[in-house]
């Protein structure tokens, strides 16, 4: 995924008109565009294919199983024309090698949940945030999910992996996360849904947390 915006869309609508109006507006002012359950339950996983033609897009579907089971999923994600996916890496390292090594043979990439951005994240992933991080970087991820409601946190995590990896950070805006807070704090994108999808003009809004972040 190119930086340029450092804004990554979360588009979580259920159907496919309302998506692809979207996703054509605010185009220009997002590198990426998350999808997860909400619009794939709603219209298939083929809304992926025809967003992927207006931008990369990242499969949230926040993989947590078995290896095996972690390897099919992957392989229907990036097959369908998804860029990278999220995975969560609470599961252990071997279902996070078996996403990597898809991911590699795909040429595609995989980013890991280490704490979420809800106030409840904090209850069971806070102990293990770090150690997911950093078994992140030993897997060869290419980068981690970490909290823009808690952007200590992100610096936290940015110390254990270093720059090598990159952080995704969502939580701006509804949730009451500041996008140029997380991106002073380490955090490469930020990803914003309800304050953009739910605006009168999405490209306004996305144009504005642009200009704030002055990324």
């Known amino acids: 995924m190119e930086k340029k915006n450092c804004l990554i869309l979360a588009l979580d609508v259920t159907d496919r008109e309302n998506a692809l109006r979207i996703a054509n507006e605010v185009s220009e002012y997002v590198d990426s565009i998350k999808v997860g359950y909400p619009l794939v339950l709603g219209e298939g996983l083929g809304i992926v294919k025809e967003l992927a033609e207006l931008a990369p897009v990242i ?5 947590a199983d078995i290896p095996n089971t972690d390897r099919l999923i992957c392989e229907q994600v990036f097959k369908a024309g998804a860029d990278a996916v999220i ?12 996403c990597v090594k898809v991911a590699e043979e795909y040429g595609r990439d995989v980013y890991v949940v280490t704490e979420m951005s809800h106030p409840g994240g904090v209850e069971f992933f806070r102990p293990v945030a770090e150690t997911i991080a950093q078994m992140a970087a030993d897997a060869g991820a290419t980068g981690v999910v ?13 110390k ?32 914003v849904g309800r304050s953009i999808y739910n605006s009168d003009s999405p490209a306004d809004a996305a144009m504005k947390i642009c200009n704030d972040m002055k990324c």
């Open 146 to 158: 970490a909290p823009a409601t808690r952007p200590e946190r992100v610096r936290d995590i940015r």
């Open 59 to 63: 499969a949230d579907f926040k993989v």
């Open 160 to 191: 254990i992996i270093g720059n090598d990896l990159h952080i995704i950070s969502p939580g701006v805006g509804a949730q009451g996360g500041s996008a140029a807070d997380v991106i002073n704090a380490g955090a490469d994108w930020v990803i």
């Open 87 to 98: 995975t969560h890496g609470f599961t252990g390292r071997d279902s996070l090698d078996s």
